[in-house]
């Protein structure tokens, strides 16, 4: 069975720290698909970034970075030089290849607050 | 994303009232989602339809019935709920091959809603 772990329930910087975002996943399947969602208040999940699991390249997106380690079943994420309008709550997803469908287990998610 | 909307944003009904959530997407996409989101407690997926069929039910009290006419709009009747099903309820949609790689959900809204 598939379980994503997000330890960290709430997380609170003041603007322009550096913060990760810890993510730990459980599947039995050698492929499979990671996920980030970022959900402010307003209640839309939105699509952050998709890593294949056969694709252990690190990636940056502007002040965002993904470190994807499949030695430790890790995906974590790092805001830099965070800003309030980061202010949300992020969940971490995984999908595995073998089920049918895009079945998405997803983190109890971590509740991330900037302060100005 | 914006490709994905959900009427109503809010809603309160009674226990003895029956109302249905909407959902529609714009991106083209072959398989919806329903989702609910309790305080505290991770995202759970309800029902998945590909090509308007039915593929998942994960095991939803049948107070709670899903429609797709077609590939664009979902529908979640409701009726006879009760205080603990108020929650966010969350439409997805994806675009399904069938076979790798497991393509992105993406999300509307939300409808919160209050069951008195």
């Known amino acids: 069975a598939q379980k994503v772990t997000q330890a960290q329930t709430e997380i609170s910087v003041v603007e322009k720290e550096d913060v990760t975002l810890d993510c730990v996943y459980e599947?039995?399947?050698?492929?499979?698909?990671l996920f980030w969602y970022k959900q402010p208040p307003s209640g839309e999940l939105v699509f952050l970034i998709r890593r294949n699991s056969f694709d252990e390249q690190n990636e940056i997106s502007g002040r965002y970075s993904w470190n994807f380690q499949k030695s430790t079943s890790s995906f974590n994420f790092t805001i830099t030089a965070s800003q309030v309008v980061d202010s949300a709550v992020y969940f971490c997803a995984l999908s595995e290849a073998e089920t049918s469908g895009s079945r998405l287990t997803f983190g109890e998610g971590t509740q991330l607050t900037v302060n100005p | 994303e914006t490709g994905v909307t959900q009427t109503p944003r809010h809603l309160v009904m009674g226990m003895t009232n029956k109302k249905s959530l909407k959902c529609e997407q714009h991106l083209g996409h072959n398989a919806m989602y329903w989702y609910k989101q309790s305080a505290k407690k991770p995202l759970e997926l309800m029902f998945v339809y590909n090509f308007k069929e039915q593929t998942e039910n994960n095991s939803v009290p049948s107070r709670f019935s899903p429609e797709c006419p077609n590939s664009s709009h979902l529908f979640l009747h409701l009726h006879t709920l009760q205080p603990e099903d108020s929650a966010l309820y969350l439409c997805?949609?994806?675009?399904?091959?069938?076979?790798?790689?497991?393509?992105?959900?993406?999300f509307g809204p939300g409808t919160r809603l209050l069951v008195l």
């Open positions: 599947t039995r399947d050698t492929t499979y698909y």
């Open positions: 997805a949609s994806s675009q399904e091959g069938g076979t790798l790689p497991k393509e992105t959900q993406y």
